[in-house]
Each structure stands twice: as structure tokens, then as C-alpha cells.
């Protein structure tokens, strides 16, 4: 999960309704992450992600049942496409199992599935439609916010002896794509995205400094409100 700061300013940024469509999602996203938190037994674990898997599916038909489901269909209507949480499933799938990449290719791909579809079905939301451009768009962001999230932990259990410089530069690289993924049509919706990317990339900054401390509140209330203002003026 994001930097509970990060997270907040990029929704207090993303625009009006906004709040209503991202707050439930990212909580859904918490959920899931808890049924496969170290500690809780393998046999519940499994019962809680079948479980998610019928409500995404329910939530798919338009007859959710869970209280959070519920808000964000209620928020955002059938256009998006909510099948993609089931990506997000097979990403904690692969973590309760303890998979660990290989390489680079391999990173790349389960965190397209843990955060490049959670990141997509944002943008779904936010657009009110689902449109490819959205589609390439959240995966690089996603991915690139992966990356940065691993580099920030101290234990990093998905880099291994991967390269944390080499990381660094690609975190950066996807979430640059990312921005030029985005048609300056569609920006105006995705400010909650793009604020995301941009605090960071800024994070990322700072660690190629060798700083492992977050950067100060304020440059990021600074920069999460320019971000959005450039992308309110798209």
C-alpha cells in the first residue's frame, strides 16, 4: 500500500465525487491485503480470497454484497471493469504462496497485477468509461508505484538481490510512461493518478540521495496541488 500521505493527498486532489469512487476501491484493496497478511492461517486465507472472488463477480453483475462493494457501485455505476480486481486476486494468490521473482520480468508482471489493475479500474472510475489509453495508462502507474513502494520498505521481500539502483531508475521510467500514456484529454479525471505518480517520483528522488526518510509534509501538499492544477488546465 501506498504512503498513507501519498494516498490521502492524491484523493483530497483528485476532484469533485472523486472521493466516493477511490475511498471504497482502495479499501477493497485493504481487504484483500489482509487475508493474506503473515499470521492468518492458510485455510482461512484461501476462504477469504474465494469468497472476494464470488463478490467481484457479483459486483461485476451489478448485485454486490459487501458494504464496500456496494458504495462503489453505487458511486461509479457498471461501466467500469471491476473484473479486474480478479488480477489483483491472483497477485495475493501468488503471495500467500510466497512466490518470489526471478527477475525483472517476473516483478514486472505480478505487480501489473497487484497495482497496475488496481491503478486501471481507478482510472475506469474516475473516467466514467473504460477506454485502452486508461488501460495502458494504469498499468505503467501501477507498476511504477510497486516498484516505489518495495524500494521504500526495509525488508523489500519481492526485490531479492535485484539491483536497488537499476530498480530505482525503472520505478521512475514506468511512471514517467505513465504521464505520456495519458491523452491531455483524458488528464482533467485522472488528477488522483497523476498525483500519485508525481509524489513518487519524488520519493524515488529522494532515496537515489540515499535518503531513507519520506520527504517533508509540505513540499508534498506543495506538489500534489500543482499536479492537480496542471491537470485541472488539461
Not at 174 to 186: G, N, T, W
Request: with cysteine.
Amino acid at each position: 500500500m501506498a504512503p498513507s500521505l501519498e494516498l490521502a493527498l492524491s484523493i483530497t486532489f483528485a476532484g469533485p465525487g472523486a472521493r466516493a469512487r477511490l475511498e471504497p476501491l482502495y479499501a477493497i484493496d485493504a481487504e484483500i491485503a489482509a487475508a493474506v497478511r503473515p499470521g492468518v492461517e492458510h485455510a482461512v486465507s484461501h476462504a477469504k480470497l474465494a469468497w472476494w472472488r464470488g463478490e467481484v463477480d457479483r459486483l461485476t453483475a451489478g448485485r454486490p454484497e459487501h458494504p464496500l462493494c456496494q458504495a462503489l457501485f453505487r458511486a461509479a455505476g457498471p461501466s467500469p471493469r471491476y473484473v479486474r480486481l480478479h488480477e489483483r486476486l491472483s497477485a495475493a494468490d501468488l503471495e500467500l504462496v510466497g512466490f518470489a521473482p526471478a527477475g525483472v520480468e517476473e516483478l514486472d508482471a505480478l505487480l501489473a497485477r497487484s497495482h497496475g489493475a488496481l491503478q486501471a479500474l481507478a482510472a475506469e472510475l474516475l473516467a466514467g468509461r473504460a477506454e485502452a489509453a486508461l488501460a495502458a495508462y494504469g498499468d505503467a502507474l501501477g507498476r511504477g508505484l510497486g516498484l516505489a513502494e518495495q524500494l521504500t520498505r526495509s525488508d523489500a521481500p519481492l526485490l531479492g538481490t535485484l539491483e536497488r539502483g537499476a530498480l530505482n531508475a525503472r520505478a521512475a521510467a514506468a511512471l514517467a510512461s505513465a504521464r505520456a500514456a495519458l491523452p491531455p484529454s483524458l488528464a482533467r479525471a485522472q488528477a488522483h493518478g497523476l498525483v500519485r505518480a508525481a509524489l513518487a517520483a519524488a520519493r524515488l528522488a529522494h532515496l537515489a540521495r540515499g535518503r531513507r526518510a519520506p520527504p517533508s509534509p509540505i513540499p508534498q501538499l506543495w506538489l500534489a496541488w500543482r499536479t492537480a492544477r496542471r491537470a485541472g488546465r488539461e
